[in-house]
């Protein structure tokens, strides 16, 4: 794996799981890791929900916008996590793959994504665990 591993979170549109998850590990793992994210019909802004939640733990992800997933960002990743976006996520070799089953905060009200949130959470320390890129 390269020197400093890219992790790319992917969930169908880029505006709550992926998001929360990339805030967590851009927060965590500091300069260890390079994070990206993206969807396979990213929305066309994050949702409230998962800002007010994330804002909640000292973390401010309401200047990201959510991205198209392409083949380059995969390509360029060694680690890429999917949230439920199925077929959308090309294949390639030599590359680590992870799905997390995460229940989607999409119309959820803020009680019902802290629990997503905290999940996300205990992923995302575990991976920075596994890939010994604490920053």
């Known amino acids: 794996m390269a020197e400093k591993p ?38 066309d802004q994050i949702n409230p929900v998962a800002i007010q939640a994330m804002a909640e733990e000292g973390i401010d992800i309401a200047g990201n916008v959510p991205k198209i997933l392409t083949v380059d960002a995969v390509k360029e990743s060694d680690v890429v996590i999917t949230m439920g976006c199925g077929d959308a996520c090309p294949i390639f070799p030599g590359k680590r793959y992870e799905d997390w089953e995460l229940d989607d905060p ?11 949130r905290d999940e996300i959470r205990r992923r995302v320390e575990a991976l920075i665990e596994e890939l010994g890129a604490r920053g």
């Open 106 to 116: 999409a119309g959820q009200g803020i009680e019902a994504v802290r629990p997503i």
């Open 6 to 43: 890219t992790v790319l979170f992917v969930c169908v549109h880029n505006a709550g799981r992926s998001q929360m998850a990339a805030g967590y590990l851009r927060a965590l793992a500091g300069d260890g890791v390079e994070v990206l994210s993206a969807g396979s019909a990213p929305k």
